[in-house]
């Protein structure tokens, strides 16, 4: 089976502007997770989408913006870039995603985006 | 909210010897799971744990999961350069998984 992909790798943008990062997840995965890594943050949980629904959410401002598409695959979206938005933005997908007793968490390789 | 604290945030060995990394959690935890991120890479599903006082091995690592399910540790014999990396453990806040900030492993050879 393929490994979750996620394009594109690498980012530049200039603040102000806005970005749209994609991910595929592992075919029969139904949930798609957005984390950001930074290096002072750790992981933080961005959002979760199940089924092409938002099913839980983490503590971001509205610029953080996804969604998920009827063949699984999701995007994620950031308006108004911040410098503070340099990060590694990880997507993971499960079969059945988060929940009581929590599935396995497959990563992506990241997209490395870097705002100047 | 629940959070999911980790120790040491880092830690730097000579290759041979043991290395642990330890989670507390501030609420009692269903499971935990335990990741892997090598330098420039990604997170890597290592195990789960679900059980009060649950101990499981993986060659040379060793998982443990406290008896009333608020810590947990994962302890590596006889470290190797391959070992080097981000260690993480994660555990469920509601429906969301809640990831520790890491301990981060480097090993002298």
């Known amino acids: 089976k393929a490994g979750v992909t996620q394009t594109p790798r690498y980012l530049i943008k200039t603040r102000g502007q806005q970005v749209t990062l994609s991910c595929s997840p592992i075919?029969?995965?139904?949930?798609v997770s957005w984390y950001q890594q930074t290096p002072g943050q750790g992981l933080q949980f961005l959002f979760e989408?199940?089924?092409?629904?938002?099913?839980n959410k983490g503590n971001f401002p509205g610029r953080f913006s996804g969604r998920q598409f009827s063949n699984s695959r999701s995007e994620m979206n950031v308006s108004t870039l911040e410098l503070g938005d340099s990060a590694l933005y990880l997507c993971?997908?499960?079969?059945?995603?988060?929940?009581?007793?929590?599935?396995?968490?497959?990563f992506g390789p990241g997209t490395r985006l870097l705002v100047l | 909210g629940q959070q999911v604290m980790q120790i040491p945030q880092y830690q730097h060995v000579q290759e041979g010897e043991d290395f642990t990394t330890y989670c507390n959690s501030s609420t009692t935890l269903s499971n935990i799971q335990w990741y892997k991120q090598r330098p420039g890479g990604h997170p890597v599903f290592l195990i789960q744990l679900v059980k009060s006082g649950e101990v499981k091995k993986q060659k040379r690592l060793t998982f443990q999961f406290g008896e009333a399910k608020k810590n947990s540790s994962l302890h590596i014999t006889a470290t190797q350069t391959t070992d080097v990396g981000t260690y993480f453990c994660a555990g469920p806040q509601g429906n969301k998984l809640v990831f520790g900030a890491g301990t981060i492993l480097r090993v002298k050879s």
């Open positions: 075919s029969g995965h139904r949930s």
């Open positions: 989408y199940f089924s092409e629904t938002q099913r």
């Open positions: 993971a997908s499960s079969f059945l995603g988060t929940g009581t007793l929590q599935e396995t968490q497959y």
